[in-house]
């Protein structure tokens, strides 16, 4: 079985400019969450989903930062503008709420540079 | 007070040696605890979870679980070079509803383990 997808794995544009980062998540799975992580923060829980409906977003650093979850398949977290200060990887974990312990699977992550 | 505490590190231990990686946790109605070992420039890898008290092994790896002291500890025996690595304890509160998949971080433990 694939494990959580991400695209792109590398992002580079220029501050003003809309990043939008994508994620498939293990099929089966109804819970998926975007994190984002950077040397100084760690990993910070940024919204999660289940059964691709917005959980808790309160880890959404600001209206700039946005995430959908269309459809049990695909995830869209959207910065809109990008800010320099946004550089950092970005990852996106799923797993099952059915299924004790309800560990996390990562993704390989999105490492966003904005110059 | 942080939710999921580790100690701060950076650990270094020889090769061979056991590293021996802590972590407390605040809430008491957590109910599963994982470790993750994330290599530099990699996502978070899970290598063991454990829900009981006690000892939970597999291979070189030791978790341990002690809920009345909220304190969950991994050891590594035999320690190997390639064991080096950055190692994330997460907590799940299991909160019922919509937050079985939920899961809280530290902020990582880096372990250095030299010839």
């Not at chain 1, 977290?77 to 970005?90: C, T």
């Amino acid at each position: 079985d694939a494990g959580v997808i991400q695209s792109p794995r590398h992002e580079v544009t220029e501050m003003g400019q809309e990043v939008t980062l994508r994620c498939k998540p293990i099929s089966g799975h109804d819970y998926l969450f975007w994190y984002r992580q950077t040397m100084m923060r760690g990993l910070e829980l940024l919204i999660y989903f289940n059964n691709n409906v917005p959980i808790d977003d309160s880890g959404m650093p600001e209206d700039r930062f946005s995430a959908k979850m269309p459809n049990a398949s695909f995830s869209t977290l959207k910065i809109q503008p990008s800010e320099p200060r946004d550089s950092a990887v970005y990852f996106c974990a799923s797993s099952s709420g059915r299924h004790f312990p309800y560990e996390q699977y990562f993704g390989p992550g999105t490492r966003l540079t904005v110059t | 007070q942080k939710e999921v505490e580790q100690n701060s590190g950076p650990l270094s231990v020889p090769e061979g040696a056991i590293a021996s990686l802590n972590c407390t946790y605040s809430d008491r109605g957590s109910q599963s605890f994982f470790w993750y070992r994330q290599y530099s420039g990699k996502s978070p890898e899970l290598i063991m979870f454990i829900y009981s008290n006690g000892d939970k092994e597999d291979g070189r790896f030791t978790a341990q679980l002690n809920k009345a002291s909220q304190y969950v500890s991994l050891l590594i025996r035999d320690s190997q070079p390639s064991d080096s690595a950055t190692y994330l304890c997460a907590v799940n509160q299991d909160a019922g509803g919509t937050s079985y998949g939920k899961l809280t971080f530290g902020q990582g433990t880096i372990l250095t383990v030299h010839p």
